[in-house]
T-cell receptor, first 117, second 113 residues
């Protein structure tokens, strides 16, 4: 089946620094990827939809200047948390759809745990 | 707007016992329904889904879920669980374009020997 990877799996950073998280589709090309965040004991919340070659679409309440998304190729989307603060500590998960496969299925990465000190 | 509620954050159960993980949703429009499973250190994997047709859907490893429109529920059941079923289970709904998925907070199933 389709595989999505994320790197790094966990990261610890100091407050005020920026952190980049990568999401890759390993065996398929994904024109659309999705970014979620999950707080402890809470739901995954969709943050934004990443479209290859165009601007990302952000959900209401998500700061686009803080969470920069770049989908530069058909297999890679990146999420950069800029000027991170402790409240940005969370579990970030990406997913992707395989346009050549089943369009009703999203394939999820294993997630990246971000801790901001 | 859609929302999904999983009331049970943790469900402990003994091996070979039956289990039901509850999921209720609210939506003003028709949605599609999903159950995903997450094993430790792995990504979410699709377990089963309801798109249309028969309201009872089944997975290859013995789980089943029934879409109940009147009760807006999509509970997940298995008549006899195994140790290997220990994982976190997420219920989700999506819009008709499969672009936006709304997830419940997850239920950790802990199967004990």
């Amino acid at each position: 089946g389709a595989v999505v990877s994320q790197h790094p799996s966990w990261v610890i950073c100091k407050s005020g620094t920026s952190v980049k998280i990568e999401c890759r589709s390993l065996d398929f090309q994904a024109t659309t990827m999705f970014w979620y965040r999950q707080f402890p004991k809470q739901s995954l919340m969709l943050m934004a939809t990443s479209n290859e070659g165009s601007k990302a679409t952000y959900e209401q309440g998500v700061e686009k200047d803080k969470f920069l998304i770049n989908h530069a190729s058909l297999t890679l989307s990146t999420l950069t948390v800029t000027s991170a603060h402790p409240e940005d500590s969370s579990f970030y998960i990406c997913s992707a759809r395989d346009p050549a496969g089943r369009t009703d299925t999203q394939y999820f990465g294993p997630g990246t745990r971000l801790t901001v000190l | 707007a859609q929302s999904v509620t999983q009331l049970d954050s943790q469900v402990p159960v003994f091996e070979e016992a039956p289990v039901e993980l509850r999921c209720n949703y609210s939506s003003s429009v028709s949605v599609y329904l999903f159950w995903y499973v997450q094993y430790p250190n792995q990504g979410l994997q699709l377990l089963l889904k309801y798109l249309s047709g028969s309201t009872l859907v089944k997975s290859i490893n013995g789980f089943e879920a029934e879409f109940n429109k009147s009760q807006t529920s999509f509970h997940l059941r298995k008549p006899s669980v195994h140790i290997s079923d220990t994982a976190e289970y997420f219920c989700a709904v999506s819009d008709r374009n499969f672009n936006k998925f709304y997830f419940g907070s997850g239920t950790k199933l802990n199967v004990k020997p």
